[in-house]
Structures are given as C-alpha cells and as structure tokens.
C-alpha cells in the first residue's frame, strides 16, 4: 500500500463533493440493509465515511492500516458506538455478518497480498455473512469520471492486461478548488473475480455503478465508474 493511504489520510477526507460518498457507498448501505446484519466490519475504513447513514441498531466495527484514518473515523462519527481493531491479529474470526471491502484493493501491490486479505476477511465471517468488495471498474481507466480521473485518461496508454501497473489517479471536488493525487494498481476484472472465488467465496451479485455528480460539472454518461461485487461465505 502506498505510504499516502498511511500517512496523509486526512487529504482525502477533505475531498467532500467526492463519488465515493454519493454512488459507491449508497448502495453499499442498501446491500447492507438488505440483509439485516447484527454485526459488520469496515476493513479498511479510510475516515469511516460509510459509516454515515448505517442504522443504529446495526454494530459497527472498523480496521485500517492506517492510525490516522482509525483517528479521522472515531472523531467524525464520535456519536457511534464503535468497535475499533488497530491490528489486524486483533480481528475475531467467524464474527461478522458483512465484512465491507471498498477502495481498497486497488492499493494492494501484489496477487500474494490480495489473496491474503481475501483469506482474513473469509475468516471473520460468520458462515453464510457476506462480503462487499467496492472497486473502481478496472475495464474503464481511460475514461473521465465526476470526481476522479487517472493518467490513463491524460497521457499513459491504457494496457487492460498490464496487471499490477502501478497508476495516478487524481480526485477532484467540482465544489472546490481541493484535489489530490495518489496511485493504486490495476488489476483485471478476471484476476479480482478468480481471486475471490479462489478465496472460497461464492459470487451472489455484481452491480456496475452509473456516474453521476453532486454539482453542475462534468459527468460521464456512458460508462459506470465503480463495481461491486459480492461474495458469500458457505461450507
């Protein structure tokens, strides 16, 4: 994972009018609520935004490489009750009904360190939880979304089958002046789909988000800029 993600989280959190928060997590707390869960991990929580509009009966718990965004996420939501794991060792197994997955592979460097996250979160499941696995859609780095845009759609030839080629994306608030830039790496949706099942997963549903805006600006009609998939754990 690159340093960014560990060191300057709070640089994303201040990228309010962001797509994340208006099509990606949205309809992550649909598929939440639509299976009525006692209990759900946010691993790799980032500043907890998903957590904004999560019912209150439902026990939330978060992870994150990262001290800071644990921090930006008990300060932002210090009105929750919140179960907070600072190593990942700490998370209990065969314990959470949802395990959410979001932005969060596309900041892993290898197929190896993927695989071994995939392995955690299969543990903590209770049989028959779900996991939610949020990704931008790897077929469509070439293309300018509302809030963000990646050096494939400037410059860098967009290779589909390059896996693991290391990426800038740039975030950008239509409300603001504020944005930031980082990489990820980019991952075939073949090699993420193979990856989950190979993890012992079963794939339920899979849903390609449209674009759309918080602000009169630039929106991409054609083409959907997140994915989500989701996996169940059975025996």
Known sequence: M??????NPEKYSEIECESRKYILHPKIRDIIHENNPKRILDYGCGDGSLISGIKEKINISIYDISTKSLSLAIKKYSNRQLNVFYKRSEIPEDSFDVVVF????????SKDKIANEFLKIYQTLKENGIVIFGITHPCFRQFKFSSFHTSFSDSEKFNYIDEGKKFQVTLNDPLSTK???FYDYHWTLSTTLNLIIESGFQIQKVFELPDKSCAESYVNKLIPPYLLIVGKKSK
């Open 179 to 181: 944005s930031i830039s």
């Open 102 to 109: 979001s932005l969060v592979l596309m900041t892993i460097s």
């Open 2 to 7: 690159e340093s960014f993600w560990i060191n």
